[in-house]
């Protein structure tokens, strides 16, 4: 168990950087994301992405738009100017860090 929480506390920034990645393309919401992230390996519930998605939004990095689809509201997400900047220093160091582990 204590191995699965490293595993999350590590793999959490690459998610955000995920999230970024994705919310600075077009606007996304969160079961699309839990999809996304699941093809790439990643186990994650909603219980854990949605406060994630608010914190980012609260942290300036995301803004939400609230869509009514099918008669529901859907929350959709896109970066911000602030997510667009730690999104491209995020992909320096994530880089950076790649060339210097890779071999």
Same mark, same amino acid.
């Given at each position: 168990m204590m &191995?699965?929480? /490293?595993?999350?506390?590590?793999? @959490?920034?690459?998610i955000?950087?995920?999230? @970024?990645?994705?919310?600075?393309?077009?606007? /996304?919401?969160?079961s699309w994301?839990?999809?996304?992230?699941?093809?790439? =390996?990643?186990?994650?519930?909603?219980? !854990?992405?949605?406060?994630?998605?608010?914190?980012m939004?609260?942290?300036?990095?995301?803004e939400? &738009?609230?869509?009514?689809?099918? =008669?529901?509201i859907?929350?959709?997400?896109r !970066?911000?100017?602030?997510?667009?900047?730690?999104l491209? &220093?995020?992909?320096?160091?994530?880089?950076?860090l790649f060339?210097?582990i890779r071999?």
């Amino acid at each position: 168990m204590m &191995e699965e929480q /490293i595993y999350r506390k590590l793999f @959490l920034g690459f998610i955000q950087i995920h999230i @970024l990645h994705h919310a600075a393309q077009e606007a /996304i919401y969160g079961s699309w994301m839990l999809e996304e992230l699941k093809e790439h =390996g990643y186990k994650l519930s909603a219980g !854990t992405l949605y406060p994630l998605l608010r914190t980012m939004e609260l942290s300036d990095l995301l803004e939400r &738009e609230d869509r009514n689809v099918g =008669g529901k509201i859907r929350k959709y997400y896109r !970066t911000t100017e602030k997510g667009n900047q730690v999104l491209v &220093e995020a992909r320096n160091k994530a880089y950076e860090l790649f060339k210097e582990i890779r071999d």
